[in-house]
Each structure stands twice: as structure tokens, then as C-alpha cells.
């Protein structure tokens, strides 16, 4: 075949779908010149051919323009080759075609010299910066439970997989050449091999941010991994064959931040968008929250260390506005706290202010974060084991510095049966960190109604519920006082119980009422009791079936009342003075039961 056929000929076997007649071509020894010469013109044909609207896509079109653009990588000027092939990297879009770009870049950086630093990082980073702006599945929407089964055959996460998978061998003989447990030779240059590898760990780390980081890698135990998961692991495997203490990575992470500069500048630094330490907290997520096995932490590290250090970047994920990567915030801590024993963390831990982020993040979410269930419930969930872990004079500490700033009623009464348990625990064991002046600093939190006698009671049923158990169990638990909660019963009655007789009082004739209404007047009534009782759409029977719930937790709530009132009456000797007096309901105090 001439020369001024050569390119025409493969152009048109191109458009007609002829690709065994072109790979025959290729392979022809005497065409061996004419591939090296036209090395350029067949990258950007063939190119053109893949992003071709008209183009029929089939496995074989696949294997035949792979095969020319490898020929071509293997046999053109390198440097030449390099350029073609990264100025038709957009050209691609976020299509998973991109992926049969990587083989030929792979071949033609294995021919370059090991020295040259500096074009593997321009390589892997044109590469990555494609590779992170793949569009999402529905950014923002949170997949709850088995939802996130469907997100395996969402077309963009399909594309994502390909092209990762792809992505994961193409890094692998780079991996094989710089591997730590390779056989060093006199040939080797070690600063060169330094570079190189930083190179790596550098670009590795970018894999791990968006869009990986925004799927779900989370598998119950008994399932089998997804395929992005597989992939997951074996780039984390590629980064500790690089890199033999994943502990050390913050320090790449700063150093391409420009946060402080290391001992030797690095001359592959070209400006390029550096790696973020959300990537640490994606490979932490698999080793501890995933319990992916993974040589590279070293075992001279204490367990408090490793909870300190990682614990940040699981506060970098549950900040976070995509609800994937908060779900993997959340599962590093619970995966974490596995890690470490019952009251093993010191009472001088709380130095650190981790812990204060962690709770913050974990209140954020819980009031206002993701619009996720699942994930709200998961991260008021982690309160207590994570407390358990902390000696209990932090425990004390911590939960001193929460419960003024705790609003939300659901997690106040959290908090309160939490300082319950700590009671119990100081009583049984003789220890003083929540008794007599540190119990002083909770129980004016704890016994009063927030808006006095005007409290909604429905709304913040949960916290008063709790600190009437409190009040209960001090009562009967703690006969001889040693805890020194004695003093402020007469505040308890005062601020909490006398008001709260006289809120319920209210509260039950406000919801008769209009109950009564209802029943008398129908459905006319409906409009009124969307204005007074602020009640969203419903139905006749939805609204009464409402009200009567409500009137049922004012019973249950003037019941536990009563046997308070009871159990103060029998701790004192003398029975207070209430406006009402909660004792008389004595069907609801025969039948109720309560518990401590």
C-alpha cells in the first residue's frame, strides 16, 4: 500500500466498520515506518471515529481503535504521542469511551525515561482532572436503605465504574515499577524514585476524591463488594504499596496545599488543583470504617493516636453536602470506636478539640443536615458508644459543655438519660465525677420547662419525660443522698413540676376542646383546627386521631408526674403544694408503669 493511501484507506475502513481489515494493516511489518510517520493523523482519526455521532459502537470497534492507538504509542515519538492524546482528552467528555485512552497513555509513559518526573505527573493529572469532573447520579439526593441498590444501574455510575476500573489498571505496572518491596539494583536512582513515587501518592489520593468518593461503597456483611468497591480497595492497595504508613500522607496532602513546605522541593509541582484531605478520609473510611485489611499503619501507633488523627477527617466528611459522603463520615466513627476499649481514652483527651467538632457535626445532623432518616438516626446512634469510649471524668466534660447549647428536645432528653446512666454508674462504683457539685451544674439545666407554663408539651415531651425518669430514679436509687441531689428538690418543685401540672391543665383543655368541637360540628371544624393547631392537610378522621394521640401522652405524662409527686412525697415527708394535683387521676397511677 503507498503512502498517500495509507491514512485515506484506514479513514474508510473506519466509517464502513472494517476493523479486522485495519488491524491486519497495522500489523504489517511493512506499514511499521508509515504508523511512525502518521502516528498523529491516525490518533486524531480514530479519535474523531469514537466521538463520532454517526459511529455504530460494538466490542470490536472497542479492540480496534484501542489497538491502533497503542501501536501508535508504541512506536511514535513519545513526547509527540503525549501531546495528541491529552489534547483529545475533552474531546470525550463524560462518555466511558474515555477509558480506551489509557492503555496507549500507560504504553507510552512505560517508554519514557525513569527520570522524567515531571511528564508522569503533566500524564496522571490530565488524566485525573477528567476523571473528577464525571457527572454525578442526582447530586445531592439522598439514597436511603435499599434505594441505594438502584444506583448500581444509574447509566452515569456505570460510566464512573468503567472508566475506574480502567483507571485501576492503568496504575498498576506504574505501582510495580515504584513498589517498596521491589528489588533495588545499583542502577537505581534514589532521588528520582522518591519523585516518582510522591508523583504517584499524589495522583492516587486525587482518585479517591469525586466521583469515587460520592458512590456507595458500603456492603452489609454476606453480600458481595460492588464493582466500584472492588476498585476501591485495589487503588487503596496500589497507594500502600507506595506508601508504607498511610499516617504519613497528610504531610504529601500540605505539602501540595502549600501549608508548609518539606525538606526537598519538588520539581513536578506545575499549580495543578492539589489533593484535599477528604481523600485521607475516604481511604480511613475503607481501612476503619469498611475494616478493609491494609499493611501500611504500622503498629507502633497507639489506638488513642489513631482515634485522634483519623477522627478529623471523619469530621471533614460529615460536613459535607453530598449525603454518600456523610454516610461514610458516619460509618468511620462507628467503625472507629470498634477500635478502642471502654474508658480507654484519658480524661486529658478532651484537650483535643475533636471531640467538641464530632458532636457538633453529629448535632448538626441530626437537626438539619441531610434529608436522610437513615442517617440521622445512625448519627444520634453513635452518642452513647462514642461517650463509653471516654474516661468518665471527659464524659463529664463533655456533656457540661453540650446540654446548654442542645435545643432540640429529642436530643436533650438524649443527653439527660445519658447523665442518668452516669449517675447510676458513679453510684455503683463509688465514682465522683457526676455527683454532689459536678451533679449541681446539670440539674438547673435539666428541671425546668423551657417556656415555663407555656411550654409545648408535645414538642418537648421527650426532655421532660427524661427528666422526670431522672427525678424518679434519683428518688428511689439514691435514699441517703449521696449524690447531693437533695438540695434542689425544692427548685424541682418550683421551676419544673408545678409548672408542668398547671402546662398539662391547659394543654389537655386545649386539645378537649377542640376535640369536642370536631365531633360536634365535622368536618366544618377542619379550618379552625388548621389555624389554632397549626396542623398541615388532613383528613376529618386524621385530625381526630391526632388529638386523641395527643390526649393520650398527657395522660402518660400526668401519670409518670403523679408517681414523681409520689416518690418526692415519700422521699420528704411532706407533700408539695401544686396547683393541681397530679395524685388524682388514680386509675392512670394504678395501671401506668414506669421505668428507671
Same mark, same amino acid.
Given at each position: 500500500?503507498?503512502?498517500?493511501?495509507?491514512?485515506?484507506?484506514?479513514?474508510?475502513?473506519?466509517?464502513?466498520?472494517?476493523?479486522?481489515?485495519?488491524?491486519?494493516?497495522?500489523?504489517?511489518?511493512?506499514?511499521?515506518?508509515?504508523?511512525?510517520? $502518521?502516528?498523529?493523523?491516525?490518533? /486524531?482519526?480514530? =479519535?474523531?471515529?469514537?466521538?463520532?455521532?454517526?459511529?455504530v459502537?460494538?466490542?470490536? %470497534?472497542?479492540?480496534?481503535?484501542e489497538?491502533?492507538?497503542?501501536?501508535?504509542?508504541?512506536?511514535?515519538? !513519545?513526547?509527540?504521542? +503525549?501531546?495528541?492524546?491529552?489534547?483529545?482528552?475533552?474531546?470525550?467528555? @463524560?462518555?466511558?469511551?474515555?477509558?480506551?485512552?489509557?492503555?496507549?497513555?500507560?504504553?507510552?509513559?512505560?517508554? /519514557?525515561?525513569?527520570?522524567?518526573?515531571?511528564?508522569?505527573?503533566?500524564?496522571?493529572?490530565?488524566?485525573?482532572?477528567? #476523571?473528577?469532573?464525571? !457527572? &454525578?447520579?442526582?447530586?445531592?439526593?439522598?439514597?436511603?436503605?435499599?434505594?441505594?441498590?438502584?444506583?448500581?444501574?444509574?447509566?452515569?455510575?456505570?460510566?464512573?465504574?468503567?472508566?475506574?476500573?480502567?483507571?485501576?489498571?492503568?496504575?498498576?505496572?506504574?505501582?510495580?515499577?515504584?513498589?517498596?518491596?521491589?528489588?533495588?539494583?545499583?542502577?537505581?536512582?534514589?532521588?528520582?524514585?522518591?519523585?516518582?513515587?510522591r508523583?504517584?501518592?499524589?495522583?492516587?489520593?486525587?482518585?479517591?476524591?469525586?466521583?469515587?468518593?460520592?458512590?456507595?461503597? $458500603?456492603?452489609?456483611?454476606?453480600? @458481595?463488594?460492588?464493582?466500584?468497591?472492588?476498585?476501591?480497595?485495589?487503588?487503596?492497595?496500589?497507594?500502600?504499596?507506595?506508601?508504607?504508613?498511610?499516617?504519613?500522607?497528610?504531610?504529601?496532602?500540605?505539602?501540595?496545599?502549600?501549608?508548609?513546605? =518539606?525538606?526537598?522541593?519538588?520539581s513536578?509541582?506545575?499549580?495543578?488543583?492539589?489533593?484535599?484531605?477528604?481523600?485521607?478520609? %475516604?481511604?480511613?473510611?475503607?481501612?476503619?470504617?469498611?475494616?478493609?485489611?491494609?499493611?501500611?499503619?504500622?503498629?507502633?501507633?497507639?489506638?488513642?493516636?489513631?482515634?485522634?488523627?483519623?477522627?478529623?477527617?471523619?469530621? &471533614?466528611?460529615l460536613r459535607?453536602?453530598?449525603?454518600?459522603?456523610?454516610?461514610?463520615?458516619?460509618?468511620?466513627?462507628?467503625?472507629?470506636?470498634?477500635?478502642?476499649?471502654?474508658? @480507654?481514652?484519658?480524661?486529658? =483527651?478532651?484537650?483535643?478539640?475533636?471531640?467538641?467538632?464530632?458532636?457538633?457535626?453529629?448535632?448538626?445532623?441530626a437537626?438539619?443536615?441531610?434529608?436522610?432518616r437513615?442517617?440521622?438516626?445512625?448519627?444520634?446512634?453513635?452518642?452513647?458508644?462514642?461517650?463509653?469510649?471516654?474516661?468518665?471524668?471527659?464524659?463529664?466534660?463533655?456533656?457540661?459543655?453540650?446540654?446548654?447549647?442542645?435545643?432540640?428536645?429529642?436530643?436533650?432528653? &438524649?443527653?439527660?438519660?445519658?447523665?442518668?446512666?452516669?449517675?447510676?454508674?458513679?453510684?455503683?462504683?463509688?465514682?465522683?465525677?457526676?455527683?454532689?457539685d459536678?451533679?449541681?451544674?446539670?440539674?438547673?439545666?435539666?428541671?425546668?420547662?423551657?417556656?415555663?407554663?407555656?411550654?409545648?408539651?408535645?414538642?418537648?415531651?421527650?426532655s421532660?419525660?427524661?427528666?422526670?425518669?431522672?427525678?424518679?430514679? +434519683?428518688?428511689?436509687?439514691?435514699?441517703?443522698?449521696?449524690?447531693?441531689?437533695?438540695?434542689?428538690?425544692? +427548685?424541682?418543685?418550683?421551676?419544673?413540676?408545678?409548672?408542668l401540672?398547671?402546662?398539662?391543665?391547659?394543654?389537655?383543655?386545649?386539645?378537649?376542646?377542640?376535640?369536642?368541637?370536631?365531633?360536634?360540628?365535622?368536618?366544618?371544624?377542619?379550618?379552625?383546627?388548621?389555624?389554632?393547631?397549626?396542623?398541615?392537610?388532613?383528613?376529618?378522621?386524621?385530625?381526630?386521631? #391526632?388529638?386523641?394521640?395527643?390526649?393520650?401522652?398527657?395522660?402518660? +405524662?400526668?401519670?409518670? /408526674?403523679?408517681?414523681?409527686?409520689?416518690?418526692?412525697?415519700?422521699?420528704?415527708? @411532706?407533700?408539695?403544694?401544686?396547683?393541681?394535683?397530679?395524685?388524682?387521676?388514680?386509675?392512670?397511677l394504678?395501671?401506668?408503669?414506669?421505668?428507671?
Amino acid at each position: 500500500m503507498s503512502a498517500d493511501l495509507f491514512l485515506p484507506n484506514i479513514s474508510r475502513w473506519l466509517e464502513e466498520g472494517q476493523y479486522q481489515q485495519i488491524k491486519n494493516v497495522i500489523l504489517d511489518r511493512t506499514h511499521i515506518p508509515k504508523v511512525r510517520e $502518521h502516528g498523529m493523523d491516525i490518533i /486524531l482519526g480514530v =479519535c474523531n471515529h469514537l466521538n463520532s455521532e454517526k459511529s455504530v459502537w460494538s466490542a470490536e %470497534m472497542e479492540e480496534c481503535c484501542e489497538f491502533s492507538l497503542l501501536m501508535v504509542a508504541q512506536l511514535s515519538n !513519545p513526547k509527540e504521542v +503525549l501531546i495528541a492524546l491529552q489534547e483529545q482528552v475533552a474531546e470525550f467528555g @463524560s462518555s466511558s469511551k474515555f477509558k480506551i485512552l489509557l492503555l496507549p497513555f500507560q504504553a507510552v509513559l512505560l517508554r /519514557l525515561p525513569d527520570k522524567q518526573s515531571n511528564i508522569l505527573n503533566m500524564v496522571l493529572e490530565t488524566i485525573g482532572e477528567h #476523571v473528577s469532573s464525571l !457527572p &454525578l447520579p442526582s447530586p445531592g439526593y439522598c439514597f436511603e436503605g435499599r434505594e441505594r441498590i438502584l444506583l448500581d444501574t444509574d447509566p452515569k455510575v456505570q460510566c464512573i465504574s468503567d472508566i475506574y476500573e480502567a483507571l485501576a489498571e492503568f496504575y498498576a505496572p506504574f505501582v510495580k515499577q515504584m513498589s517498596l518491596n521491589r528489588v533495588q539494583t545499583k542502577l537505581d536512582d534514589e532521588t528520582c524514585l522518591r519523585e516518582r513515587r510522591r508523583v504517584l501518592k499524589k495522583n492516587l489520593l486525587k482518585t479517591m476524591e469525586q466521583p469515587l468518593i460520592c458512590m456507595d461503597l $458500603h456492603f452489609a456483611e454476606g453480600k @458481595s463488594p460492588s464493582l466500584l468497591r472492588r476498585i476501591a480497595e485495589k487503588l487503596v492497595h496500589h497507594l500502600s504499596c507506595v506508601c508504607g504508613d498511610l499516617f504519613s500522607l497528610p504531610e504529601i496532602v500540605h505539602h501540595f496545599q502549600g501549608k508548609y513546605k =518539606c525538606p526537598s522541593s519538588s520539581s513536578f509541582d506545575d499549580g495543578s488543583p492539589p489533593p484535599t484531605l477528604k481523600s485521607l478520609g %475516604m481511604i480511613f473510611y475503607l481501612v476503619y470504617g469498611e475494616q478493609l485489611p491494609c499493611p501500611s499503619v504500622p503498629s507502633i501507633y497507639s489506638q488513642e493516636f489513631i482515634f485522634h488523627t483519623v477522627l478529623q477527617y471523619a469530621d &471533614l466528611l460529615l460536613r459535607s453536602e453530598e449525603p454518600l459522603v456523610v454516610h461514610k463520615g458516619l460509618l468511620l466513627i462507628q467503625g472507629l470506636l470498634k477500635h478502642v476499649g471502654d474508658s @480507654s481514652l484519658s480524661i486529658d =483527651c478532651l484537650d483535643h478539640p475533636i471531640h467538641f467538632q464530632i458532636f457538633q457535626s453529629l448535632i448538626w445532623l441530626a437537626m438539619s443536615g441531610v434529608n436522610s432518616r437513615e442517617f440521622k438516626i445512625l448519627s444520634v446512634e453513635l452518642w452513647r458508644p462514642y461517650l463509653d469510649k471516654l474516661h468518665p471524668g471527659a464524659r463529664y466534660h463533655l456533656l457540661q459543655s453540650l446540654l446548654p447549647t442542645l435545643e432540640h428536645p429529642g436530643l436533650r432528653g &438524649l443527653v439527660i438519660n445519658i447523665i442518668k446512666d452516669q449517675v447510676a454508674l458513679c453510684l455503683d462504683k463509688d465514682l465522683p465525677y457526676f455527683l454532689q457539685d459536678r451533679l449541681d451544674g446539670f440539674l438547673p439545666l435539666i428541671w425546668r420547662l423551657p417556656q415555663d407554663v407555656e411550654t409545648d408539651l408535645l414538642e418537648h415531651m421527650d426532655s421532660i419525660m427524661s427528666a422526670l425518669n431522672l427525678a424518679r430514679f +434519683l428518688l428511689l436509687r439514691d435514699r441517703l443522698n449521696v449524690s447531693g441531689f437533695a438540695k434542689h428538690l425544692p +427548685l424541682f418543685e418550683a421551676q419544673f413540676t408545678e409548672p408542668l401540672a398547671r402546662a398539662l391543665k391547659l394543654s389537655r383543655a386545649h386539645y378537649e376542646h377542640y376535640e369536642l368541637e370536631l365531633s360536634k360540628i365535622g368536618a366544618g371544624a377542619v379550618a379552625i383546627c388548621n389555624v389554632l393547631l397549626s396542623m398541615p392537610e388532613m383528613s376529618l378522621e386524621q385530625r381526630k386521631s #391526632v388529638i386523641a394521640s395527643a390526649i393520650n401522652s398527657f395522660d402518660l +405524662l400526668e401519670s409518670v /408526674l403523679a408517681r414523681v409527686v409520689e416518690c418526692l412525697h415519700s422521699f420528704s415527708g @411532706s407533700l408539695p403544694t401544686c396547683e393541681r394535683d397530679p395524685l388524682a387521676k388514680t386509675d392512670n397511677l394504678k395501671n401506668a408503669q414506669f421505668s428507671v
